[in-house]
């Protein structure tokens, strides 16, 4: 079946403008999971969706960030008033038991 | 808190060698699971073997070994017969059964042709 899907790929954006990430998880995944890697460096846990749950918002970095997930479907991240500090790349990866994660292919957004 | 430490910032390796990667966590937990992801340069992070802490046998995958050591903390991954294609970034990560899973740093992998 179809992967993790990411759009868009890439997003340059002027400091200050808003912009929404998106994620697509595999069919039938209960959990998602969004992370930040700056470049060169490792992954850092930013929120996770487990079915109904309440989300795990311990990794967001500021109120800036926020995350919504309809269902067990499709995720937005979006980031309020972009910083030159937000440059990165946004992985987000899903799992059906909460062990294995499958990640996408990341969206790398670039703030001007 | 759980933590992972992988130690080698970078490494490097002949074509058709073999390389070891280093990864050590800290868990107070007797039942886990560890993973190794590889991260090529397009950025697309694929599992590449996994680790249940309850069985003793290493887990292999083709070239892809592992050297679990539970006393130790140690989760070592082996690449034999290296490939040009090999060349990735790889993490180490641990769960202990529940939803969060904690990664390493990673280790960037230079194969040489």
């Known amino acids: 079946g179809a992967g993790v899907s990411q759009s868009p790929s890439n997003k340059v954006t002027e400091k200050g403008k808003d912009v929404e990430l998106r994620c697509d998880p595999i069919?039938?995944?209960?959990?998602l999971y969004w992370y930040r890697q700056r470049l060169g460096q490792g992954l850092e846990f930013l929120i996770y969706f487990q079915g109904n749950s309440a989300p795990d918002k311990s990794g967001l970095p500021s109120d800036r960030f926020s995350a919504e997930r309809t269902g067990e479907s499709v995720s937005t991240l979006t980031i309020q008033r972009t910083q030159q500090e937000d440059s990165a790349v946004y992985l987000c990866a899903s799992s059906y038991q909460g062990y294995e994660q499958y990640f996408g292919p990341g969206t790398r957004l670039t703030v001007t | 808190a759980q933590t992972v430490t992988q130690s080698q910032p970078e490494m490097s390796v002949q074509e058709a060698e073999t390389v070891t990667l280093s990864c050590t966590y800290d868990t107070s937990e007797s039942d886990y699971y560890l993973f190794w992801y590889k991260q090529p340069p397009s950025r697309q992070m694929i599992l590449v073997i996994r680790q249940e802490a309850y069985k003793q046998q290493n887990a292999t995958e083709n070239r892809f070994s592992v050297n679990f050591q539970k006393a130790a903390k140690s989760f070592s991954l082996k690449i034999s017969d290296s490939q040009l294609g090999d060349a990735a970034m790889y993490f180490c990560a641990y769960n202990s059964g529940g939803f969060k899973t904690i990664f390493g740093a990673g280790t960037r992998l230079f194969v040489k042709a």
């Open positions: 069919s039938g995944h209960t959990a």
